[in-house]
């Protein structure tokens, strides 16, 4: 086991706390999941260094407009994010296979790449970053298929077998672009099939806090800073549902720390470690107005 003993108990407890409120507070969790989707779509697109901002993001997916003149291809990328996402969380039943991945590659790139769009690499479509050359091209077909046969076999604890898929699937870069996108939409059907709510990965600090995670794995072959990074991410959203569904009124953590004169980055640095109920709205961490510590 990566995850450890203490992580591991929270998030159980925080699972057990959200599949109670679950019960009766579908259509809600269903209003949430929708209301993430700009976050969602923009965080991965601008990881990928899309110029879309989270505002024109969240105008072109719930209105079908943008205010300023952008290259068609990054509404289409929004556009095409949104449509995948959506797919996943209407069809949650639907087991991770090879198809699957293909199928969403194919939406992903819906009129901005045909030539390219639901195949893996093959021929002589040699990928290098830097001085590293990512998986044969001769065999990708088989190494994606065996990966998925060895997660839908693998018995270890479910974010830990997540952050190791997640690891491989980088290291094989099976696509000739847009594997990113498709590995972080990936990470959520995973998660959706355990009965969990679906993460986002921000685009801020990635530098520091995400790209990092694949030199580790590449360096020194462990995923454990995945899981780990993971882990947050999956209490941050348990917790957002919980309080979303349970507290009287949600403020920002910055108004919470005045009010209560407490240290604002004292608390800034519990929520990133997930030690009190906070998550992050547009970027800007919230709590409940009635939390105390």
């Known amino acids: 086991m990566v995850i450890g003993n203490y992580i591991k108990i929270k998030i159980e407890e925080l699972f057990s ?11 809600a969790l269903r209003e949430i999941n929708i209301s993430e989707v700009p ?3 923009y965080n991965s697109n601008a990881i990928e260094n899309s110029t879309l901002t989270l505002e024109e993001t969240t105008d072109i997916i719930f209105f079908d407009k943008i205010k300023k003149d952008h290259d068609v291809r990054e509404i289409y990328e929004a556009k095409n994010l949104m449509n995948v996402i959506q797919t996943l969380q209407n069809n949650q039943k639907e087991k991770l296979s090879l198809d699957l991945i293909l199928y969403l590659h194919r939406v992903l790139l819906t009129w901005i790449d045909d030539h390219i769009a639901w195949r893996f690499r093959s021929g002589d479509e040699w990928v290098r970053v830097w001085s590293h050359i990512w998986a044969n091209p001769a065999f990708v077909n088989w190494l994606v298929y065996d990966l998925i046969r060895k997660y839908n076999s693998d018995r270890s604890y479910f974010i830990d077998k997540i952050a190791h898929f ?3 699937f980088e290291l094989l870069h099976p696509f000739l672009d847009w594997n990113g996108r498709i590995w972080r939409v990936l990470i959520n059907k995973q998660l959706m099939d355990f009965g969990y709510p679906p993460i986002i990965i921000p685009n801020k600090n990635k530098a520091k806090d995400y790209y990092p995670l694949f030199d580790k794995y590449l360096k020194m072959n462990d995923y454990k800073w995945f899981s780990e990074f993971f882990a947050l991410l999956l209490m ?7 309080q979303l569904l349970t507290a009287k009124k949600i403020i920002t953590l910055n108004e919470w ?3 209560n004169n407490k240290n604002v980055n ?3 640095n519990k929520a990133k470690r997930q030690t009190i109920p ?3 709205k547009w970027d ?3 709590i409940s107005s009635e939390f105390e510590w």
């Open 278 to 280: 906070a998550f992050r």
């Open 166 to 168: 997640h690891a491989e």
């Open 39 to 41: 976050e969602m779509v």
């Open 284 to 286: 800007k961490w919230m």
């Open 236 to 242: 941050e959203s348990l917790n957002k549902r919980i």
């Open 266 to 268: 004292s608390y800034l």
């Open 17 to 27: 706390f959200y599949k109670k409120l679950e019960k009766s507070h579908k259509k």
């Open 257 to 259: 720390a005045k009010s």
